[in-house]
């Protein structure tokens, strides 16, 4: 398959080399602004090329970003770095090495909490955004669920052992996936090493240096960065139907924050929409359709 992307790195204030899929709009097309992709906690940009080749059509450039410590970004020496706040400084070194005084951020999961760090620290930033189920609550069992296997030690793997495995911690929050949709699951989330064997492409001090209590006490804190960011922005809640992070109540109480924000949910979803679903594309694209 032909890389429908160029490879852009900058550096972070603290010297880390860092990394983005740099999708440009498509050609005969005008520009309409930047996009910049914000991933989960052990995902990477390549989680964002079905949505970018979307946005890109219609003239956005897409920037979709390896969280430190991920893929094609250099590990922090510091994993204490490892953290909303350092991720949100990133993304302010990502524009300002592109030259850009405003983007429109999609974050997922933790490139939720990214985003409404972001508008804390630098709302005029943020032209619009879109939340992808993740908000300022998560259920303490949602967060015990995933501790069970993130940052876990894996043995080296095939790409139909990789696949099996994403399918087993998966498989509820995507039950229409087919054999193809997990073994693409796999190659975005694993790396292939010089032995053609598969490993998780993160450092595992992301997931340890991730404290359930901490958001637990940052809850307030969390709800004045939403609603910052609604009043600042327009905004897209997103929520997969068979969500567990992100409760139906907090998601219609984030959307209620402002009369510029609203809400999707994508049905037979969990954590997390993959964004290139109808409902959660054409609500992204009629939230375009809004910023100047």
Known sequence: MTQSYDDLYWNSSDGLRLHARDHAPAAGQSPRGTVVCIP????????????????????????????RGRAGSARATDPSSYNPRVYADDMVALLRSQGIDKAVFIGTSLGVLVTV???????????????????PQVPRAALARIGKYAGKTLPPMTLEQAATYAESIG?????????????????RSFRQRDDGLLELDYDPAVIRTTRP?????LRPVLWRAVRTLTRHAPVLVVRGALSDILPPEIAQRMAA????????????????????????????????????
């Open 40 to 67: 989960g906690l052990t995902r990477n940009a390549a989680d964002f090329d079905a949505l970018a080749q979307e946005l890109t059509a219609i003239g956005w450039r897409v920037l979709a970003v390896d969280l």
């Open 171 to 187: 498989k509820a929050a995507f039950p229409r996936f087919n054999a193809d949709d997990w073994r693409a699951m796999a190659t």
């Open 117 to 135: 760090t972001l508008a804390a620290r630098a709302p005029q930033l943020i032209a619009a955004a879109v939340l992808n189920d993740a908000g």
């Open 213 to 217: 209590w901490v958001l637990w006490l």
């Open 257 to 292: 924050t402002s009369p510029t924000a609203s809400l999707v949910e994508v049905p037979e979803v969990g954590h997390a929409p993959t964004l290139a679903e109808p409902e959660a594309r054409d609500a992204i694209l009629a939230l375009l359709g809004r910023v100047q």
